[in-house]
Structures are given as C-alpha cells and as structure tokens.
C-alpha cells in the first residue's frame, strides 16, 4: 500500500479531496489531504503565508507524520509547494504527480504563467493582500475548465473556498535540484495530451522538464477540477501512478 499527500489548488482545502480520498484509503492506503498555511480551516492562522511558508509546512507534516516513501500530488497552483517540498525532502518521496498541473522552474512563479489578461483580472479582485476565487467565466478563460460541473458543485466550491495570499503566487520559487531526477507525472485533464505533447517536442520553456526519462504523461479528460467532476477516476489514476515505472 501507498502513502499519499494530496495538495489542493487555490482556493481550496483538503476538503477538496474527500472523493478522492475515500476510495484510496478503503483501498489500504493511507491518505494525507492537506489544507495549506491561511487556507480553509486554517483561514485564521496568523503569520506569513508565502511559497517558502508553504513548502515548511509540508516538510513539517511529512516529519510529524514520520511519512517516507511518498506520492506527493499537487493539482493546480498546488504545483509550486509541491516541486519545492520535493527539492528539499527528496528522500522521503517516491513520486511526485501533477494534477493537470506543471512544474515550476528555479526562479519561476505562478504568476509568470499567467497571461496579462488574467493577471489584470486577478490584481482587481484582490482585497487586503488575498485573492478570492474569481468568476467562473474568468477562470474558464484561462484555461481552468468546469466540464463536468454542475450548479450545485460549483456553488459548493465557491462556497467553501478561501482567499489566497498574494505571495502564493508571486513569490519565485528557489530549487537545489535535488527532486529533479524524481520520478514524476503529468496527468493532463483539462488540455489534450497530445499538445502538450507538442509543447514539449517545441522546447516550450514550461514544458520542456516533461521530457526527462523520469517522467510518465497520463491524460483524465474532464475539467481543471477533477476530484469533483471524475473522482473516483483520479483516485484510481493516483493508485496506478503510486508505483514508478521500472527503470
């Protein structure tokens, strides 16, 4: 059995994973959804809540929970923590999966991908240092699809999700290159496999990593937000990626 983190994106806690959980833990595995620092039920902690904030936290809970042998998932903006954490804890991860997500490079940040029309329509919505979850018509947009949403899901999610600090996003993230030969995978939900396949044969700079021998390209069509809209189908995607590839 395997030993899962599960890092939402923003906006989200680890309430956003309860689907996905479930059938991973009647499965025997165990199971560590996580809220980040200033998220969800965390919202009222007081301190920093920036990228290095985030990364610590997550170094905290694989030491309190004495976790090794990891498969460490990040779904969206989760993607940034995520590559950190594996950069500084390398050995205690035995994959890392990203949920129609990416790789950030050293000195890169979330808010380097985002194209200038998001950018602005992020920047005017912030309120005191936080971002709130922006309409959808915003996301979809950029890129964030709700195929596979209903009304009351979509009204569930904004319901519960929580601002997210400036900093998540614009702070650059600094690696060592110790989790770069880690084995990864891409799970591409919301973007067809096939071009991505085509971003990386062009050397796209955001995609370029994904050619390493190191890396597996898995494709769950759907939207952005799959552990709503194909849950029980993440999970057993994530049981099926628990186990790298033979080398």
């Known amino acids: 059995m395997s030993t899962f983190v599960l890092v939402p994106g923003f ?3 680890a309430w956003a994973w309860d689907e996905v959980a479930a059938p991973l833990r009647a499965a ?4 560590y959804p996580v809220s ?3 998220t969800a039920e965390r ?3 007081k301190g920093e809540f920036g990228l290095e904030e985030r990364i610590a936290d997550l170094a905290e809970l694989l030491v309190r929970e004495d ?3 990891v498969v460490l998932v ?4 989760g993607c940034a923590p995520v590559t950190g954490l594996a950069d500084r804890m390398p050995e205690r991860i035995r994959r890392v999966v990203h949920l129609d997500s990416g790789p950030i490079a050293d000195g890169g940040s979330l808010y380097d991908m985002w194209r200038p029309s998001y950018r602005a329509a992020a920047e005017a919505l912030v309120v005191d240092g936080r971002l709130p979850l922006p309409p959808w018509d915003v996301l979809t947009a950029e890129g964030s699809s709700i195929e596979g949403l209903d009304e009351a899901v979509l009204a569930r999610i904004r319901e519960r999700s929580t601002a997210e600090p400036v900093a998540a996003y614009t702070d650059r993230l600094r690696l060592t290159g110790a989790g770069a030969a880690l084995p990864q995978a891409l799970v591409s939900c919301s973007f067809p496999l096939a071009q991505v396949r085509e971003l990386i044969a062009a050397g796209h700079p955001w995609f370029a990593a994904l050619a390493g021998p190191n890396w597996e390209l898995r494709e769950l069509p ?3 937000w799959p552990m709503f809209s194909r849950p029980a189908d993440t999970a057993a995607l994530l049981a099926e990626l628990a ?3 033979a080398r």
């Open 67 to 69: 976790l090794w042998e």
């Open 11 to 13: 906006w989200l806690g």
């Open 222 to 224: 759907t939207g952005h």
């Open 28 to 31: 025997g595995h165990a199971v």
């Open 43 to 45: 919202a009222g902690e």
């Open 74 to 77: 990040g779904h969206s903006g």
């Open 36 to 38: 980040l620092p200033g």
């Open 243 to 245: 186990e790298p590839p």
